[in-house]
């Protein structure tokens, strides 16, 4: 059974940081590209950072870049979301998600989803 947990969200203020994190079990992890999405109410959800099954070639959505780090520990099946210079704009539930081979930034293509953890971040 595939499980991906994330942990790390919470509420913040502005201009502060939050760290995320996905524990992936059932799965061959290093054969997993592995990517961050949000949703926020009423919006759809969209891409935010890629990472490849070797932890290289990072990959970050416009609205994130310079200020959110993705990485992998491939030792312990984990990745990351560093995320700084947090902005009410960020509130969303973050998903991580796996995807077998390449990574990609269209949600639809990811093969397994974890159910999110919020982020909230006041002004």
């Known amino acids: 059974q595939v499980q991906l947990i994330e942990s790390g969200g919470g509420l913040v203020q502005a201009g502060n940081s939050l760290t995320l994190g996905c524990a992936v079990s059932?799965?061959?992890?290093?054969?997993?590209?592995m990517g961050w999405f949000r949703q926020a109410p009423g919006k759809e959800r969209e891409f935010v950072a890629a990472?490849?099954?070797?932890?290289?070639?990072?990959y970050y959505a416009v609205t994130v870049k310079g200020r959110f780090t993705i990485s992998r520990d491939n030792a312990n099946n984990t990745i990351y979301l560093q995320m700084n210079s947090l902005k009410p704009e960020d509130t969303a539930l973050y998903y991580c998600?796996?995807?077998?081979?390449?990574?990609?930034?269209?949600?639809?293509?990811?093969?397994?989803w974890g159910q999110g953890t919020q982020v909230t971040v006041s002004s």
């Open positions: 990472i490849a099954k070797n932890g290289r070639n990072p």
């Open positions: 059932g799965l061959t992890f290093t054969t997993y590209a």
């Open positions: 998600a796996a995807k077998y081979g390449f990574y990609g930034t269209d949600w639809s293509l990811y093969d397994y």
